[in-house]
């Protein structure tokens, strides 16, 4: 653990513009672009960069260290919000635009792309990629050799599991494809793909493969129709389905004209 | 976030009463009524009126601020007593006697009555509504939208969804009506009223309305029996529900003698 | 709550092998082993007894008074790791080489035997006992009451309950017998006997008795098959069950060769 004294407010490189809490713990290692502001408590390790203009609340602890990925740093993308009471280790990286709840919890060699909004309590394990604009919800549980691709939802529960013989050595982590969307506290078993703007109902327990543009539901989980055929329960006329040409908060306006909703 | 250096001992209004650690970070703004404890490492921002003789315990962070509610007061009432590594944001309401447990998540605009046992690392999304004498166990997860009732007990990994067409804008809350019980790891679907004294089992998925009074189980859940006719399983003489026909603990005496036991 | 002031950076009965950051606040009463680290911000109450060549990572607070065990210590093992964020009551007992996620919450009067890996966010409900290298994944919740033997595995948000007619005063743990494997996201309602070498699959609610050397699958859930029935996923040739004859990493020599692996 680095062993610090508290209060360092000031490093020879530093940029007038960073912010830190006197009460934070800072390495003169880790290197803080111009804009950053760190929170009260924060414990920031060596092998910590962070991108100019984000905010890292109190309590976070960035750059862990990790014997998996003793050499590689902690990046956090520029205009990222980390907050308070997160956890991150060292090795892992975040495009811009990160987000994060409370209390996360990101192991070593996590791989996220950017506009990445990441729900309270969520607990990813290392090893795993995320793509672009992913939106995963609270007490999200991400499993090592996961891979998940652009625009998924995960939402508030969600296991993604990876060892089919549990204990063993030979983990196969859910492949998610883009648009997907897995509904609240729905289990992935180990290896399973989600396939492109396919859905899974709440509470599922997925064992098998589910097609792109499918909605999958039961526990097992088992095909029940194309999702383009579900409907908003508040407006019957309108497709639930492809998502993205009906909802299009949060993302850039270049994207969601693409998607003509 | 709020900049102020710790060790904040003393406010010009504090009552002599109230204990602040010599580590905690305390905005003078944040109103301490007579006999509060705030704990080490504390982070109390600006809006945040706490009754008298609570205890905050360590780690805790009280008034994040909120976009969604920026004129709003986080209030606690008097008597409570939060546990270390809490987080409350500015915005929600709380009655006389609340006692969480640890690492508890509150967002905005939650508003809760008295007497609100609340258990460890429950997340409440804010934006709901709670009546009193309200009992929730350990990691709870509690959607926006949310109404529930008095009396009401949820036991752990409770998840209360709102969204029937993820991700959408219209989010439609569970119902849980007085005395209602909602067993371990259930999940309740978007809307769905969970009528007075009804019995959800543990692990069910409920997407359908429980009449008062009815035991409901499964996934998906289906009515099953009256929930008077479960018995006691280690005493099979006794009726097990409407329980305040036969439990007590911690509710005042005039209630319980009300209820004849 | 202990109410020291911070930075108490030598202790009159202290070995000089024991680190404390400055900013952590240890009682004078705690009693610190030889080769003991404690991290930033931590907070160490009276009732502590830490084995030698412990880690104590940043953030943890060991030894929280209970008014159910006002008069035992907390005791953690010799060359044990407590990593961030986690919490400990006074009262409970862990062997040597208890190797603990963040975010762990233990409350009192739980009784561990020695080489416990256990997960981040972990929720031990005290009141309970757990053999030798036992190892729980994360997230994984023990209601109070519970009995786990010796080379138990419990992988993520795996969920013990104890209470049949909740909610009521007469608690019935769940009680697994050694080697027993509970996969993820299960459910073990009050009072079941997982027997030795049984195996439980992914998301089941388990309200039956599972006899040794079964594999009990489904909600609810039913046995199966004999587990030795299993295959290994990626190479049929070999049995998956009983486990530790196929699988040794993090069990001492001489256990693996009594195994006969």
Known sequence: MTRFLPSITTHASMHTSV????????????KLSPGVSIGAFCLIHDQVEIGENTTIEAYCELGHPSALAPELPLVIGAHSLIRSHSLFY????????????HYVSVRELTTAGSNFPLGTKSDFQGHCRIGNFVRTHN????????????????FP????????????ETLFGPVIEDFAVIASKATLLPGVNIGEHAVIG?????GINIDAGMFANGSPAKVICKASMLRMKNNPA???????????????EDLVQAWSI
Chains 1, 2, 3 share one sequence.
């Open 90 to 101: 060292q090795g892992s990286t975040f495009g811009e635009r990160l987000a994060t709840g």
């Open 19 to 30: 912010f830190i809490h006197p009460t934070a713990i800072v390495s003169p290692a880790a």
């Open 139 to 154: 007490n999200v549980h991400i499993g090592q050799k996961s891979v998940i691709g652009n625009f998924v939802w995960l």
């Open 202 to 206: 709440a509470h599922s327990l997925v």
């Open 157 to 168: 529960d969600v296991l993604l599991t990876n060892d089919p013989n549990p204990p063993s």
């Open 238 to 252: 309108i497709k639930a389905y492809p998502w993205n040409k009906r909802f299009a908060r949060g993302y850039p």
